[in-house]
């Protein structure tokens, strides 16, 4: 069957150290892959999108890694922050048209 | 710029009542549009898109319908509610241009609970 793995349990990480959050799938051919911050009770908000022949991707802090061999993505955030606590979803891009989700990894940054 | 509504912000409904809840886009035409539900713990499923106005495309069988009746005006509805239909409704849009791959935006999100 289709699955997209995300860390269920939350990672709680001191302020200034670098997050990592896995996402893991199987029996998908995705050619683009993106990742969310989710804020509780509110929409999720796009942070970067990685293509297929990508290995890496960068933004400000953020860092996202693509292995098609592995069927893996990471997601690193450098010199976390408190504010940075979230739900972070992956998700992958099946047509131009569709986004299907990982049920997301929750970071919790302590001072 | 563009903005995405989606009304109500929460609403409480008994099992077998009839549901419609809105979203609407400002400041782009032709958007693709989006419904989406999260569960308690679980991640987004999504319920319908849309290409256009009258075209609906559904993704998993259910009691929910959707509806596109003007191009930034996107509807779902239930005709009898049931108690499984509890959840975060989200309703997001991107960039109505084919071929190219880029980021939905979401709207605020409705909480229904159905007692």
């Known amino acids: 069957s289709q699955k997209i793995e995300q860390n269920s349990e939350a990672l709680n990480i001191q302020e200034g150290k670098t997050a990592t959050l896995t996402c893991n799938y199987t029996?998908?051919?995705?050619?683009?892959l993106q990742w969310y911050r989710q804020d509780p009770g509110r929409g999720p908000v796009f942070l970067l999108l990685?293509?297929?022949?990508?290995k890496e991707k960068r933004k400000e802090r953020l860092k996202v890694t693509f292995d098609t061999t592995l069927k893996q993505s990471l997601f690193h955030i450098t010199a976390s922050q408190p504010a940075d606590s979230a739900t972070y979803l992956c998700?992958?891009?099946?047509?131009?048209?569709?986004?299907?989700f990982g049920t997301g990894t929750r970071l919790l940054v302590s001072p | 710029s563009q903005t995405i509504h989606q009304w109500p912000a929460t609403l409480v409904q008994p099992v077998g009542s009839p549901l419609s809840l809105e979203c609407t886009v400002e400041?782009?035409?032709?958007?693709?549009l989006y419904w989406y539900r999260q569960a308690a713990g679980r991640g987004l499923q999504l319920l319908f898109y849309?290409?256009?106005?009258?075209?609906i495309s559904s993704e998993v069988p259910q009691n929910l319908s959707a509806s596109r009746p003007q191009d930034r005006q996107f509807i779902l509805s239930s005709k009898k509610l049931l108690l499984s239909d509890s959840g975060f409704y989200l309703c997001?849009?991107?960039?109505?241009?084919?071929?190219?791959?880029?980021?939905?935006?979401f709207g605020p999100g409705t909480r229904l609970t159905v007692t």
């Open positions: 990685i293509r297929e022949n990508e």
């Open positions: 998700a992958l891009v099946l047509g131009f048209q569709k986004l299907v």
């Open positions: 400041g782009t035409s032709n958007p693709n």
């Open positions: 849309s290409v256009g106005i009258g075209q």
């Open positions: 029996n998908y051919s995705p050619a683009y």
């Open positions: 997001a849009w991107r960039a109505g241009q084919a071929q190219l791959i880029d980021e939905q935006y």
